[in-house]
């Protein structure tokens, strides 16, 4: 009897799990807030909330870009500029922001690895959230910063445009270049749907396709609730 009202107490809990969408995806609703690491993020529990910060925000002429003129916090009751390396990301309106740097020499830098640009620091909006999410680097580099070099840029009158497409792995928190090769490997342990991908004619023009599939054939559940469940 023991033995049962133990095993029945544990079918309740995962039900229970289950019924508050512990799934990540583009349905989940992320919690408005300031994420100080990964686990924060992938656990949907912000370290901080907005209203303990004094934050200037600059606008972006890019959708899914936002860029934080400064932000601050009261220490000893002075205002103090934040150290951008303690910021992974955050979330406004329920949608997840992840912070970005681009390096010197050229390299693109995420979450608690990035830094400020000339006193800013920028976030690119999560537009796909599931067990591999996709996200856009849109930017620009004023003309003055010619150090910058990489087939990433575009020539622009005022400067420099980067383009690059990203994609993070949500049960490990590393992030790769968004291409054939890296999603053939990262879609690897679905067997099935890995050897159809490799039988694609074009490939390359089905990836979102392959990677929606591969992220609705594998779910992935928050951190939490997983150790909630054991």
């Not at 919690?31 to 990964?38: A, L, N, P, R, V």
């Not at 936002?66 to 601050?72: C, D, G, P, R, Y």
């Not at 980067?162 to 968004?178: C, E, H, S």
């Not at 991908?197 to 979102?208: I, R």
């Amino acid at each position: 009897m023991k033995f049962l009202f133990s095993l029945l107490l544990v079918i309740t809990s995962i039900t229970y799990c289950f019924s508050q969408g512990i799934f990540i995806d583009n349905s989940t609703t992320f919690k408005d807030g300031i994420y100080t690491s990964y686990e924060d993020f992938i656990n949907n529990e912000p370290s901080l909330p907005f209203k303990a910060f004094h934050i200037k925000w600059e606008d972006s002429p890019y959708f899914n870009k936002m860029k934080m003129k400064s932000i601050k916090r009261y220490t000893e009751g002075k205002l103090k500029k934040i150290q951008m390396h303690k910021i992974w990301g955050f979330c406004i309106g329920g949608v997840p922001y992840i912070q970005y740097s681009i390096g010197t020499p050229f390299a693109l830098k995420f979450g608690n690895q990035a830094h400020d640009m000339n006193g800013k620091c920028a976030f690119s909006r999560i537009r796909i959230l599931g067990n591999i999410c996709h996200f856009n680097i849109e930017d620009h580099i004023p003309r003055s910063n010619s150090r910058f070099n990489s087939s990433l840029f575009t020539d622009d009158v005022q400067g420099r445009n980067i383009r690059a497409q990203k994609v993070l792995k949500l049960n490990t928190g590393n992030i790769y270049p968004y291409d054939e090769f890296v999603l053939s490997q990262l879609i690897k342990d679905d067997e099935q749907l890995a050897e159809a991908y490799s039988k694609e004619e074009n490939a390359e023009l089905k990836m979102f396709m392959y990677l929606q599939k591969y992220n609705e054939r594998n779910p992935i559940m928050s951190k939490s609730v997983i150790a909630a469940i054991k």
